[in-house]
């Protein structure tokens, strides 16, 4: 038999056993009603926020919430997934520098020396 001929017969003996099997589990009502709606289907009934509490600036939507200390620079302290409750943020790190004639500037990120590359400027 050659190559092709072989996987004709593999291809063929395939069907054969998908269309035997029980086949792809059906979905149930008791399984849709588990489901969380899809956020990108169905519109959100959560509203978008903006909330200070004193150092802290929270931006949340329903989805995710970050949250910025405001001194002694602003910082990302909190990025959170609300649906799965993931926290995303693991480090309080600058985000991204700059360089602007020749002097570096960090974006973000708290100046406390206590982690590499957070010292103060």
């Avoid at 004709?8 to 395939?14: E, G, K, R, W």
């Avoid at 949340?60 to 990302?76: D, M, S």
């Avoid at 649906?83 to 990120?109: C, F, H, M, W």
């Amino acid at each position: 038999m050659t190559p092709s001929g072989i996987s004709i017969f593999f291809l063929l003996l395939s069907f054969q056993v998908l269309a035997q099997g029980p086949g792809l589990p059906r979905s149930t009502p008791e399984m849709a009603a588990a489901l969380r709606p899809d956020w990108l289907v169905e519109p959100t009934s959560q509203p978008a926020g903006v909330f200070v509490t004193g150092k802290d600036i929270i931006l949340e939507n329903g989805l995710v919430r970050r949250t910025f200390r405001e001194k002694p620079n602003l910082a990302c302290t909190d990025y959170s997934n609300l649906i799965t409750g993931q926290q995303l943020l693991r480090a309080v790190k600058p985000e991204a520098s700059v360089v602007i004639d020749g002097k570096e500037y960090r974006i973000g990120g708290l100046d406390t020396g206590l982690l590499p590359g957070t010292e103060t400027l």
